[in-house]
């Protein structure tokens, strides 16, 4: 009876080490097609009018909202002193020269413009960190972006400090259209005049006066909902770096490039 029962225990072992060898090689296949459908990821984006043709051609496009899918989200708060929230806004919606001077955007295009002129799709091929050796984390997608101004934007423009009584926002949403790795990639930008210490000035003739400082307050939200647990696994590490990379590469354009009040 002891020889029979250290049998039985023997074969139990051997069953449950047996079965999770089996789960090990199939998690195992599935990371490898995963990586091979990425390597295969390979498509031509082209212009189309702005409608809902993007939502509707897309090809091999994943479901936004898959089961399977894991969520990530960053925001990134930061201040920005001498520069005027609707100059960052222009630099936002300058997407054209995305590609000289933003991190990781290898290329960057407006393809269609709404007739009203506050909505547009733009075509981004950007490349994350952290899977250098590889090109799984290179993605090619559309967007469409809305542009949200202050009801008066002209008055805005001439608006040069924060004003608790009448706050002034830009806005700049982007939602993925077209996309082979990211099920989902959102983001969002609220640009504000930031509430600044009281700065004592001086006129030509030696009055004294009082002035708010010019900063933009910044928030910068992203999301994104992937699959493939490699990029996910890599996301976890490198979007808060990207995100307060990319508020930097933005304020050092508004440095170089002049305001252009509307």
Same mark, same amino acid.
């Not at 982007?174 to 790795?181: C, G, M, P, T």
């Given at each position: %009876?002891?020889? &029979?029962?250290? @049998?039985? $225990? ?6 449950? &080490?047996?079965? @999770?060898?089996?789960?090990? @090689? ?18 031509? !984006? ?8 993007? !939502? ?7 479901? *936004?909202?898959?089961?399977?899918? &894991? ?14 929230? %609707? ?11 995305? %590609? ?6 290898? $290329?960057?295009? *407006? ?59 830009? &806005? ?7 996309? %082979? ?19 004592? !000035? ?7 006066? @009082? ?11 992203? $999301? ?6 490699? !990029? ?31």
């Amino acid at each position: %009876q002891l020889a &029979t029962g250290e @049998i039985k $225990e023997t074969l139990n072992t051997k069953h449950k &080490t047996d079965s @999770i060898r089996g789960r090990l @090689i199939t998690m195992k296949r599935s990371l490898i097609h995963c990586i091979q459908q990425c390597h295969r990821t390979r498509h031509q !984006i082209t212009a189309n009018p702005l409608s809902n043709q993007y !939502i509707t051609a897309r090809h091999q496009t994943r479901t *936004i909202g898959t089961s399977n899918a &894991t969520h990530h989200k960053h925001a990134h708060q930061a201040i920005l002193h001498d520069i005027h929230p %609707q100059h960052l806004y222009q630099i936002i919606n300058d997407v054209d020269q995305y %590609q000289h001077f933003l991190p990781y955007c290898n $290329e960057s295009k *407006i393809l269609q413009k709404s007739p009203c002129g506050t909505m547009y799709d733009a075509v981004l091929r950007v490349g994350l960190p952290g899977l250098s050796n590889y090109h799984l984390m290179e993605e090619k997608y559309v967007s469409r972006v809305k542009m949200i101004p202050p009801p008066d934007a002209a008055a805005a423009s001439d608006a040069d400090f924060y004003d608790a009584d009448a706050p002034l926002m830009w &806005t700049v949403e982007a939602k993925s259209i077209k996309s %082979q790795l990211f099920e989902s990639l959102k983001s969002r930008w609220q640009l504000t005049f930031a509430n600044t210490q009281d700065e004592i !000035i001086f006129d030509h003739e030696g009055s004294v006066g @009082i002035k708010k400082k010019l900063a933009c307050s910044v928030n910068f939200e992203v $999301e994104m909902e992937v699959s493939n647990p490699l !990029i996910s696994l890599t996301l976890d590490q490198v979007l808060k770096d990207v995100a307060r990379k990319q508020v930097e590469a933005f304020e050092k354009r508004c440095n170089e490039v002049p305001f252009q009040k509307q």
